[in-house]
């Protein structure tokens, strides 16, 4: 039976009409083959717009719908559902976009008209090969996964919790906390991290909606949106935390000593051990490769003083797998090594520090205890904080890592507080001091009498190296213990030597070395940072191009913990009003294989990016999992056999479309 | 009347046919020779695609696509990016200018770079004149 075909061309007001003849248009429509009605309408998207489409297809019984208006990303979806309610499939429906891409963007009434006409030619002649698909519906589990507990994954676990959510956390690392635990104070209200982090963990730790999986990582992911499933490696501790009571005497017998993660090298921790006294949770785990037994086969100390005997030196890694219907990644940044500045003297001089290592150094719980002192035990009389160290810096990193004008602000006031006499100078290119309270913090820095020098630090120097190179023009001395900065003072225009005591760098705020790796596996892409990508970088900043799994935090660029603790929160909620819808519709354009054409050559599997094809040895046949099929057409691109049909993008689909738009 | 060519275009929905609706929105003009096809992804265009829009007539053919590592189905894009050069050879072979077929990346919010493209390529096309697929009749075709 042939197919009938119902044309409406919209005016827009004159936004179409204006430019493009829209009578001899819906003139030339009546005249294509299969085309029972065309008409011109002022508003087609309007309700009386609608209800004459929905009355011409009960009407006149259409079996396919043209359009001819506004760009289909703006009013397809309108007009599907209006096809729809008049029992019509919405995938018979097509756009012809006469107005963003030909109204409006053509000068000559004429051509534009005879645009339309072409564009108008194409939609009925692809109409005329649609065929009804159906949307499948899936139910989506009401559990979400978050991936990292920093301060980001663990507000968005409390929301999601707090909402009745069934929460798993999956955390690398023995404790959860993430950078934020290691911070002394956070700008610019001086507030203790530890203060107000602390107790959000715990939550975590104890909440009844919470599985918190810490020392673990995400091993593999399958499934889509709604449906996901996560293999989770479980690192083994060596110690049973059923049975563990977490006393601590076994970190206080154990003999082994290694340099702190936690506290940057600058103290010692055992080979079993806590990584800090509020970790949550709070059980040891044994490092295999710091423990005497593990690596000498001799010791077992902790085990002989464990009481509740849950030490087990033959546990082994364990595999968990979880159903989720949501993933919110939050796996944080690392900071830049330092290392890779040589100029700035890190690693090679002793009173030379990364920003980690300052803040314990300033933590009360630090390995000073939070006193200022340098590596021999000297109270500092100068310190020296070289900002934008591999920032804004087109040999190292380009962005800015927005944080480090603050903290180094935050720095100067903690050093001025404990040390009143100490001259700090702050190196500085610009002040950026975006946030609520940040410019005051700024303006009451100035008023406590630090130094602020407008320039990048170029060089620093030992006090005997600086001896050897000066030619003492400058009448700068220098002792063995001191260092010496060298930058350009833009404001002055001249290059300025400034001995100091100690110095502290602020690392570029960088994406973790694994980043790809973990982008990989949750289908994530990354911008040109290495940082993950959103979907929008305005309006779905928490979104991925991979529905279902979001992003949050230090993960997805520089940022500091007021917007951290928005992105976790905003993360949650896109997550929470997924899973509370229950249901959920996909793809209906998926691929489909057909399995007498499939020669079994193997090209789509390669090409798929969402692993959705898998082969069939038996019949020797591609098999199509339509489930993971996000329908971007590839496979049916590559399949040189014409086996794989992308359906509502199909081959014949789209020669009829150009048949059509070349039709005239 | 001097020549004007009809190019088809092969635009991806995510990045360059929201740049041309882009450009429409922002009201910028440019010549109305190309004639869109949306498809979901660069990685979607078949070569037959080029080959049958030539068949009907194209004087040119413009494929567009979201830039590299900006793809919305990952790298989409970087296989249409292998595939035509494959694809310009074997038009050279059919006696077609492989400069009919163009391949841009254009994103979301480069409205003002596809009308350029646009421009560019169809004052490109006419240079080259309408596209001549008279076979050689001195080459012996094989049946079927």
Redesign the interface.
Known sequence: MPKKIGVYICHCGSNIAGTVDVEAVAEFAKGLGGVTLAKDYKFMCSDPGQDMLKEDIRSSGLDGVVIAAC???MHELTFRKAALEAGLNPFLVQIA?I????S?????RA??T??AK??VA?AVARALSHEPLEMRRVEVQPSALIVGGGIAGIQAALDLADAGVQVYMVEREPTIGGHMAMFDKTFPTLDCSACILTPKMTAVGSHPNIQLMAYSEVEEVSGYIGNFRVKVRRKAAYVDHDKCTGCGLCMEKCPYKVDSEFDQGLSKRRAIYVPFPQAVPNKPVIDRDACAYFKKGKCRVCEKVCEPGAIDFEQQDSIEEIETGAIIVSTGFQAMDMTAMPQLGYGKHAEVYSALEFERLNNAAGPTLGKIVTKDGREPTSVAILHCTGSRDENYHRYCSRVCCMYALKYAHLIKEKIPEAAVYQFYIDMRCFGKGYEEFYQRLQEEGVRFIRGKAAQVWSGKEYRAIATDDTGLEVDDAQLVVQAEDTLLGKLVRVPVDMIVLTPAFEARDDAEQVGKAF?L????DGFF?EQHPKLAPVST?NDGVFIAGGCQGPKDIPDTVAQGSAAASKALSLITRREIEIEA?TAYIDEELCSGCKNCLD?C?YNAIDFDDEKNRAVLNEALC?????C???CPSGAIR?RH?A?DQ??A???G??SI | MSFEPKIVGFLCNWCSYTGADLAGTSRMKYLPNVRVVRIMCSGRLDPTFVMKAFSQGADAVLVAGCHPGDCHYQNGNMKTLRRIPLLRRTLAQLGIEPERLRLEWVSASEGERYQSVVNEFVEQVRKLGPLNLELDPSVERAAG
Do not use: H, Y
């Open positions: 760009s289909p990303l976009n107005r963003e891409q030909c409006w963007v053509t000068e000559d051509l534009a005879q645009k072409a564009l194409g289908l892409n990354r911008g040109a990508l191009t354009n090409i990016p996000k329908a971007c057409g590839t049916a691109a590559t992308a993008f081959d789209i020669f479309e150009i048949e738009v070349m």
